[in-house]
């Protein structure tokens, strides 16, 4: 029998509470669940803060953060699944930047917890308790965690400069206020 030790279960508890939070929000944006938009509804919002199309950056969070998360949760494929949930939270932070830090005041705390966590799991792997430990690491090489954050990392820096892109020129032509 094999002794686990305390990295081990830390790093269990991690995937856990962090993949369980990340597949519930992917569902809500997915199924609707847990009082979630779903696609429909989802992708109106995404729309409305300039990820566009809306139903296909719904779709992409959603699956993002429910297969990001379960994968996470079992410890399979870590270096993407981490990968995957940083990148859907880094959108995140990206849309809740502008309202400053905490979470109280509408700000990126959160979502960028989540993300450094999927980041910091990705890295450090997901130990011996897990699926990925059981099926020798197949699916969790050295290299597949540069690749997989460098991957995210370009793809997610596209989607959010296309969406700094498009909320620039909607405010085009805008004219503020001259005097407050």
């Not at 494929?77 to 959108?91: D, E, K, L, R």
Request: aromatic fraction near 6%; hydrophobic fraction near 45%.
């Amino acid at each position: 029998m094999t002794c686990y030790d305390r990295r081990d279960l830390g790093l269990l508890l991690l995937r856990l509470g962090t993949g369980g939070v990340l597949a519930a929000h992917g569902t809500q944006k997915l199924f609707g669940w847990f009082g979630g938009g779903g696609i429909e509804g989802t992708g109106q919002f995404m729309d409305s803060i300039g990820y566009a199309p809306g139903k296909v950056s719904a779709a992409a969070a959603g699956v993002a953060e429910t297969g990001g998360g379960l994968l996470l949760a079992l410890g399979l494929a870590t270096p993407a699944a981490g990968a995957a949930a940083a990148g859907a939270m880094a959108g995140a932070s990206a849309v809740h930047a502008p309202n400053g830090f905490f979470n109280q005041e509408g700000g990126f705390e959160y979502a960028a917890s989540l993300g450094l966590t999927a980041a910091g799991l990705a890295v450090s792997g997901p130990g011996r308790l897990s699926l990925d430990h059981l099926l020798g690491h197949a699916v969790d090489r050295r290299w597949m965690v540069p690749a997989a954050l460098g991957v995210t990392a370009a793809v997610t820096a596209m989607a959010v400069g296309a969406r700094s892109r498009r909320l620039r020129k909607a405010r085009e032509g805008e004219q503020g206020a001259l005097f407050e």
